[in-house]
């Protein structure tokens, strides 16, 4: 008689309990609340609609002004930094201890970062193509398979950040908090420049103050420097002013994201708005650390973080693209609940319905590429130089970056933008990155 194979939640409870005392769950518990809240603010921001027989991509910022201020909390990308930057401390702590080098560590870290990404784009060229057999309308596909890769775009921040890791924790022990307030000046002087001598390309560069300026606040979390709760509230009280001064006296728009029609936005590039947030984001939520970690000392509570944390580069990556399909097969299926006006009663009523959907056809598709989040463990890694994983991820991080902003459609044989398709593969070649999946998923 075979053994059954323990489900998911079981395997989470026995990962539970394995969990060292030494552990921050909390670490683990921000991580899994802010993909929730980034899946679930997607599938809210992004209205599907029907109207006079043509689909738009409607965005309820733009057309309820009132929920531009819901993006100060459904806005949750300084926390995957400031989680990044304790993690990416941790992990870089113990790689030096075991005498790793740099060449290791950035070479487990693509391959984590780097190989979930992949099957999603070989899915988006797979629409692309059949889409180009049966002529099909760019103007729909373009914008769709863009937003369908943005949650990709943060990939390409962060992996940028990571690859700096041996110099940012290098300024962390030799500056402490103050290499934080030198990324803080450097990023209100790119913003001087941009908003008052109108140098608007000079404003890419806050990708690197600002969201470095981010991570090094979780360096400073795992350092134990931000353990005091009242201290903490200071912190956040002061983000939150400094971002209500932005937004009130700055050129600054309300919205926390990028909303459609709005010359000026917050995210793209960052400005000192995402610091400010961050700021405050994370000096409330670290207030609140004792306080929860005692609460996820329940064993449920704590597995439920688990099996989320376990599955969160695939909900992540494909969260966007399963609420395209859904859409997709409501409009073949005559446009059912499409037709109610973004923003309307009906239409808010009816989001719980809309939420449960995606979320069983997301989690229907979780088992099929859960394995390529899951790798393989290399027992003896082949070594690869640092030049040569930057390359890499250089080939990666330009080919994503441009998808999220162009999409996938392009004019030509196979109706798919061939050469940035392939950048991010040929960067996983470059790097030699071991990117096969488990052959077998583990019940």
């Given amino acids: 008689m075979t053994k059954k194979k323990p489900n998911a939640w079981q395997q989470a409870l ?23 809240v980034v899946i679930f603010g997607h599938w809210l921001v992004v209205a599907p609609y029907i109207k006079d027989g043509e689909i738009l991509l409607s965005d309820i910022l733009s057309i309820s002004p009132w929920t531009q201020w819901l993006s100060w909390i459904l806005q949750v990308m300084p926390i995957f930094f400031i989680v990044g930057g304790f993690s990416n401390s941790i992990s870089w702590q113990s790689a030096q201890k075991r005498g790793e080098g740099y060449s290791s560590w950035l070479a487990a870290r693509l391959r984590r970062l780097i190989t979930p990404v992949l099957p999603v784009l070989v899915i988006w060229a797979i629409i692309g193509i059949i889409a180009k057999f049966f002529n099909a309308d760019n103007s729909i596909l373009q914008p769709a398979s863009a937003f369908a890769l943005l949650p990709a775009w943060f990939l390409v921040v962060y992996i940028v950040v990571v690859s700096l890791m041996p110099l940012v924790y290098k300024a962390w022990q030799r500056f402490n908090i103050a290499s934080f307030w030198v990324l803080v ?11 008052a001598l109108g140098w608007k390309a000079l404003g890419w560069v806050n990708y690197i103050f600002v969201w470095v300026a981010v991570h090094q606040f979780g360096i400073a979390w795992q350092a134990q420097i931000k353990d005091d709760a009242r201290k903490m509230l200071f912190w956040a009280i002061g983000g939150l002013v400094a971002l209500i001064a932005l937004v009130t006296f700055g050129p600054y728009p309300i919205s926390m994201v990028s909303v459609q029609g709005e010359e000026i936005s917050n995210t793209l590039p960052p400005n000192l708005t995402m610091l400010a947030l961050g700021i405050f984001q994370g000096g409330l939520l670290l207030s609140l650390e004792a306080l929860i970690r005692k609460w996820l000392d329940k064993k449920k509570v704590w597995a439920a973080t688990v099996l989320i944390n376990g599955m969160i580069m695939t909900l992540f990556l494909w969260h966007v693209t399963v609420l ?7 409009l073949a299926l005559g446009g059912i609940g499409l037709g109610i006006a973004p923003g309307t009663s009906a239409w808010w009523l009816t989001r719980p319905i809309w939420i449960l959907i995606l979320s069983t056809v997301l989690l229907t598709l979780v088992p099929i590429f859960l394995r390529y989040e899951r790798l393989r463990k290399i027992e003896k890694p082949s070594f690869v130089p640092a030049w040569r994983l930057l390359i890499g991820a250089l080939f990666f991080c330009v080919g994503l ?25 040929i960067g996983a070649v470059i790097a030699k990155l071991d990117i096969l999946p488990l052959k077998k998923m583990r019940r």
């Fill in 14 to 36: 026995y990962l539970a309990e394995k969990t060292p005392a030494s552990r921050n769950r909390y670490v683990d518990f921000l991580r899994a609340v802010s993909i929730i």
């Fill in 185 to 195: 000046a450097a990023a209100i002087l790119v913003d001087l420049a941009v908003f």
């Fill in 324 to 330: 395209i399909l859904v859409a997709g097969l409501a």
């Fill in 401 to 425: 970056a441009t998808l999220t902003l162009n999409g996938i459609p392009a004019d030509n044989f196979l109706g798919i933008r061939i050469v940035e398709l392939s950048l991010p593969f």
